[in-house]
């Protein structure tokens, strides 16, 4: 993997326990932390980069998550949230889907989640915009890739 500290956050303490218990049998010293994105347990300029899939859309308080992101990156830094877009529309959903190699049923109940769950609780890209302009980064870059998106955000060094 190369010489790099990694360490995982989540708010859930079980999945916390798993992450550690999988990385231990992988052997891999890989530190896991229990804590919330929004109030995260590290120190001011800790890391090079951060990393968010997946739970972006599931945070209580997503503007506060990405100060948060800026807070522990080191000058810069990059962070990225990479994470379904409310505006996919359902031919996108069911092309997403059918490239995942599932049944026909775990498709439907796949595609099901997505349009009646997931897609709830995302956010469009004028929604990513609007919050990146309400934190110390100011702005981004925002790729759309298949039924979501990219966000890098880099931490410029104070002048």
């Not at 804590?35 to 001011?44: C, E, I, K, L, T």
């Not at 505006?87 to 069911?94: C, G, H, M, N, T």
């Not at 469009?124 to 890739?145: C, D, H, Y």
Request: hydrophobic share 40%.
């Amino acid at each position: 993997m190369g010489d790099y500290e990694i360490t995982g956050l989540d708010i859930s303490k079980s999945f916390v326990e798993i992450a550690r218990k999988n990385a231990a049998a992988a052997g891999l010293p890989l530190d896991f932390r229990l804590g919330n994105a929004s109030a995260m347990p590290f120190m001011d300029e800790t890391f090079d980069v951060t990393f968010c899939q997946a739970a972006f859309k599931n945070f209580s308080q997503p503007v506060k998550a990405i100060c948060e992101m800026y807070r522990v990156l080191r000058p810069n830094g990059m962070a990225m949230i990479v994470d379904l877009r409310s505006d996919a529309s359902a031919a996108e959903i069911k092309r997403e889907v059918k490239g995942m190699g599932l049944s026909r049923l775990n498709e439907t109940f796949t595609r099901w989640t997505f349009e009646h769950s997931l897609l709830k609780r995302a956010y469009s890209l004028e929604n990513m915009r609007t919050m990146i302009a309400q934190t110390p980064f100011k702005q981004g870059q925002i790729e759309v890739s298949g039924v979501g998106f990219l966000v890098c955000l880099e931490k410029k060094p104070q002048s």
